[in-house]
Nanobody
Framework: QVQLVESGGGLVQAGGSLRLSCAAS????????MGWFRQAPGKEREFVAA????????YYAESVKGRFTISRDNAKNTAYLQMNSLKPEDTAVYSC?????????????????????WGQGTQVTVSS
């Protein structure tokens, strides 16, 4: 049974930082792209970032480029999202997701429908 479990969310002031973690089990972690998505109340799910199994391929949404950093540790079966210079508009539930790595070029890596497994999400709230 595949499980993705996020942690690290919380309340932070604008300009602050948070580091999210996504611990994976039940899958061959190094065979999967790991992605982060977010969803704010009343809004559609939005792509944030994705990283290939090797870490050599990384892709960010324009809205977070230069502020967020995605990484992974295959030995720990864990993906991370370092979020700096947070803004109130970053407030959302952040979820990690896994997509088979061989589909990196053949499917939209920034669309939620490309991903096979999902975590339950962690709330990030940025106060102004």
């Amino acid at each position: 049974q595949v499980q993705l479990v996020e942690s690290g969310g919380g309340l932070v002031q604008a300009g602050g930082s948070l580091r999210l973690s996504c611990a994976a089990s039940g899958l061959t972690f190094s065979s999967y792209v790991m992605g982060w998505f977010r969803q704010a109340p009343g809004k559609e799910r939005e792509f944030v970032a994705a990283i290939r199994w090797s870490g050599a391929g990384i892709y960010y949404a324009e809205s977070v480029k230069g502020r967020f950093t995605i990484s992974r540790d295959n030995a720990k079966n864990t993906a991370y999202l370092q979020m700096n210079s947070l803004k109130p508009e970053d407030t959302a539930v952040y979820s990690c997701a896994a997509m088979y790595d061989s589909r990196w070029y053949s499917t939209p890596r920034d669309h939620w429908s490309s991903y096979d497994y999902w975590g339950q999400g962690t709330q990030v709230t940025v106060s102004s």
